[in-house]
């Protein structure tokens, strides 16, 4: 069974910083593309940032400039860097696979960031 186990999450003052892992139970040479989406209280799943196995990155408009996503090939992991966090940052953020076998797409338990003075 595909794992995918997130850490990082917390609580942090505006205007502060959190970094988010997820770690994948399978060789990050079976992922096609790793994503960072959240989720706020009453509203829908949203794409934050994204890395494909090429090593193309995106983000939402929301994230450029403050959220930085990056992969570590000898964890198996991907990580999301946030600065200069706000109010509207807090949701529960989850860490997405596409794998390129079966499969084929993982969603990890969340991690709960709440930004609060």
């Known amino acids: 069974q595909v794992q995918l186990m997130e850490s990082g999450g917390g609580l942090v003052q505006p205007g502060g910083s959190l970094k988010l892992s997820c770690v994948a139970s399978r060789s990050i040479s079976m992922i096609g593309a790793m994503h960072w989406y959240r989720q706020a209280p009453g509203k829908q799943r949203e794409f934050v940032a994204g890395i494909n196995k090429g090593g193309a990155i995106n983000y939402a408009e929301s994230a450029k400039g403050r959220f930085t996503i990056s992969r570590d090939n000898s964890k198996n992991a991907v990580s999301l860097q946030m600065s200069s966090l706000k109010p509207e940052d807090t949701a529960v953020y989850y860490c997405?696979?596409?794998?390129?076998?079966?499969?084929?797409?993982?969603w990890g338990q969340g991690t709960q960031v709440t930004v609060s003075s």
């Open positions: 997405h696979v596409l794998w390129l076998e079966s499969p084929w797409m993982s």
